[in-house]
């Protein structure tokens, strides 16, 4: 019987400041595959992990990720709405998340936020970090721009892509396989059991956001879908296990 992988949805986001070497630390304790993250450029263009286009909701800062320098994103608290936690938490850099990925066999989704008109050059640079760093067999590479991981496909192959989306497609294997994907990201909802193993039988992984019921991940595990990311890998990992 097949394995669900888990991957930890911006780290242990359910336990600890999304998004943050924390998380992501803690998703490892946790026992989780894989972790899943967001990137974007700074305003000198450095690539950062975080998921809002503004600092707003998850730093004590207000505005947009790319008007500030890395210097200056490094000074906001990634963590201040996690009151009992005894120091404060940073927004890090795509580079330390690849330091720490040498220290440990995990499996990374890096899911690109950008839009139609931009000029690829966050792509363009992940792509170059991610052979820098040798990890193009551990690197999964998401969007819901389409357009950004068909760019990255084109330019590195090598590396896995798969769409992100949140409605319903009809024979989403036929789908992917036309723009070179080689894995799916739907909404778990969205997504059949009928759909998931046709999916997957046509040779395309299936890995369905954001499952946090245990009931949902129950459900997903007895399909046997490649993955499931989740804020709440613990308790994912705990429910696997007991059905493996």
């Known amino acids: 019987m097949k394995k669900t992988m888990v991957f930890a949805h911006r780290g242990a986001s359910g336990t600890h400041p999304e998004n943050t070497m924390e998380a992501f630390i803690a998703a490892e304790a946790m026992e989780a595959d894989g972790i ?24 004590n800062k207000k505005g947009h990720v790319k008007h500030y320098t890395l210097r200056e994103l490094k000074k906001m608290d990634a963590s201040y709405m996690w009151k009992h936690l005894n120091r404060k938490h940073y927004i890090p850099t795509l580079v330390e998340v690849f330091d720490w990925l040498c220290t440990n066999t995990l499996i ?22 991610v052979r820098d760093y040798q990890l193009e067999d551990r690197i999964i590479f998401s969007s819901f721009n389409h357009y950004s991981i068909v760019h990255c496909h084109q330019i590195a192959p090598e590396i896995e892509t798969a769409p992100l989306y949140s409605e319903n497609i009809f024979m989403p294997w036929v789908y992917a396989e036309s723009i070179g994907a080689k894995g799916i ?8 059991e009928q759909a998931i193993r046709a999916t997957e039988e046509n040779g395309i992984s299936v890995r369905p956001y954001t499952v946090n019921r245990e009931r949902d991940l129950q459900r997903l595990f007895s399909y046997q879908c490649t993955a499931v990311i989740t804020d709440f890998p613990a308790l994912a990992v705990k429910l696997r296990d007991k059905k493996y």
């Open 36 to 59: 899943e993250l967001d990137v974007q450029l700074s305003a000198d263009g450095e690539i950062v992990v975080i998921h809002d286009r503004k600092v707003n909701r998850t730093t």
């Open 108 to 129: 990374c989704n890096v899911e690109f936020k950008s839009n139609k008109s931009n000029s690829l050059e966050l792509e363009n640079k992940v792509v170059q970090l």
């Open 185 to 192: 990201h739907p909404k778990w909802g969205v997504i059949s």
